[in-house]
């Protein structure tokens, strides 16, 4: 059974820095293509970023391209998201996703099989 396990999340101020990170388990993890999704309050949850099985493709949503990061570990099955210059827009729940067989970078939320439990990110002004 895959269990994904977020952590990281916090208070930061705005202009902050915050890494979150996704421990996966189960199954083989570079197997995987890895998302990053997120869900503020009373909106739908959004894609954030992606990346490829083995960390050489990534794919990001436009408001978020160079402030956050994601980046994998193979060796110890685990995801990242390092954001930077972080606004209040950002605060919402962070979920990792996982992919299993896809061969290829998708945003779309029903490709991706497995999720975490969500961590909150709330970035105060």
């Known amino acids: 059974q895959v269990q994904l396990v977020e952590s990281g999340g916090g208070l930061v101020q705005a202009g902050g820095s915050l890494r979150l990170s996704c421990a996966a388990s189960?199954?083989?993890?570079?197997?995987?293509?890895m998302g990053w999704f997120r869900q503020a309050p009373g909106k739908e949850r959004e894609f954030v970023a992606t990346i490829g099985r083995y960390g050489g493709n990534t794919y990001y949503t436009d408001s978020v391209k160079g402030r956050f990061t994601i980046s994998r570990d193979n060796a110890k099955n685990t995801v990242y998201l390092q954001m930077n210059s972080l606004e209040p827009e950002d605060t919402a729940v962070y979920y990792c996703?996982?992919?299993?067989?896809?061969?290829?970078?998708?945003?779309?939320?029903?490709?991706?099989?497995?999720w975490g439990q969500g961590t909150q990110v709330t970035v105060s002004s």
């Open positions: 996703a996982a992919n299993y067989g896809g061969s290829y970078l998708t945003q779309d939320r029903n490709e991706y099989g497995y």
């Open positions: 189960g199954r083989t993890f570079s197997t995987a293509a």
